[in-house]
T-cell receptor
Framework: DGGITQSPKYLFRKEGQNVTLSCEQN?????MYWYRQDPGQGLRLIYYSQIVNDFQKGDIAEGYSVSREKKESFPLTVTSAQKNPTAFYLCASRPGRGQGRLSGEQFFGPGTRLTVL | GESVGLHLPTLSVQEGDNSIINCAYS??????FIWYKQESGKGPQFIIDIRSNMDKRQGQRVTVLLNKTVKHLSLQIAATQPGDSAVYFCAENLNAGGTSYGKLTFGQGTILTVHP
C-alpha cells in the first residue's frame, strides 16, 4: 500500500536534547512538509521541500532543522533551541505539478506526539 | 498577513441533520482550497477540494461552496452521521503556479459533534 509513515508514534525527550522525527513516503511525491499542531489549534508549517536537496523555512522554523537527501524521506530534527517543543507533529507529501495530478492535495501521515519531560 | 479563519469554533448537530461549516480567507490570490477532516490523534484526511474558477463542487454527502466576492468557503455535510464527528479544517493554497503548488495555510478548525 502506498502512503506516508511517521515514527515513532509517541516520543519523549528530556530538556536540552535533540530528537529526530522520521517521515517516509512511497507515493513518489516531489514535495514534503512538516507541520506542528498544538491542542485546539490548526496546523502551522515548519519546513517544506519541493524537490530533493532543497527545502524552505515555513512560518515557525526556529529551533527545527530538516534534510532531504532522498525523495522518500524528510526527517525533522527538533533541537534544544526550540523553547516549547511539546506538540503533535504531522508530515505530509504532495505530488508536483508535473506528476500528472490536477489537485494540490497534501497527504498526511499519522503524526508523532512529542512530549518534553 | 494573509490568513484563513473559521467563523465557528464548535458545531453541534443531531444525527441526520445537515451541517454547514464556514471559513473566511483573506488572500484574493489563493487559487485552490481544501477541506480536511481530522479525528482525534490522527492525521488530517482529505474531504474535498475546489479551484478558484469554480463556485461549487460536490462529493459524496459533501458540498463545498466558494464565494470569491466575500472570500468565503463553506463545507456542507448532508445527513450528518456520528462518524462525521471530528475537527474540520479549511486550507488555502498560496502562491500556486509555475512548477509547484506552493504552501497550504490552514484555518483554526471547527469541532463538529454529531449526537445520535
Amino acid at each position: 500500500d502506498g502512503g506516508i509513515t511517521q515514527s515513532p508514534k509517541y516520543l519523549f525527550r528530556k530538556e536540552g536534547q535533540n530528537v529526530t522525527l522520521s517521515c517516509e513516503q512511497n507515493l513518489n511525491h516531489d514535495a514534503m512538509y512538516w507541520y506542528r499542531q498544538d491542542p485546539g489549534q490548526g496546523l502551522r508549517l515548519i519546513y517544506y521541500s519541493q524537490i530533493v536537496n532543497d527545502f524552505q523555512k515555513g512560518d515557525i522554523a526556529e529551533g527545527y532543522s530538516v534534510s532531504r537527501e532522498k525523495k522518500e524521506s524528510f526527517p525533522l530534527t527538533v533541537t534544544s533551541a526550540q523553547k516549547n517543543p511539546t506538540a503533535f507533529y504531522l508530515c505530509a507529501s504532495r505530488p508536483g505539478r508535473g506528476q500528472g495530478r490536477l489537485s494540490g492535495e497534501q497527504f498526511f501521515g499519522p503524526g508523532t506526539r512529542l512530549t518534553v519531560l | 498577513g494573509e490568513s484563513v479563519g473559521l467563523h465557528l469554533p464548535t458545531l453541534s448537530v443531531q444525527e441526520g441533520d445537515n451541517s454547514i461549516i464556514n471559513c473566511a480567507y483573506s488572500n484574493s490570490a489563493s487559487d485552490y482550497f481544501i477541506w480536511y477532516k481530522q479525528e482525534s490523534g490522527k492525521g488530517p484526511q482529505f474531504i474535498i477540494d475546489i479551484r478558484s474558477n469554480m463556485d461549487k463542487r460536490q462529493g459524496q454527502r459533501v458540498t463545498v461552496l466558494l464565494n470569491k466576492t466575500v472570500k468565503h468557503l463553506s463545507l456542507q455535510i448532508a445527513a450528518t452521521q456520528p462518524g462525521d464527528s471530528a475537527v474540520y479544517f479549511c486550507a488555502e493554497n498560496l502562491n500556486a503556479g509555475g512548477t509547484s503548488y506552493g504552501k497550504l495555510t490552514f484555518g483554526q478548525g471547527t469541532i463538529l459533534t454529531v449526537h445520535p
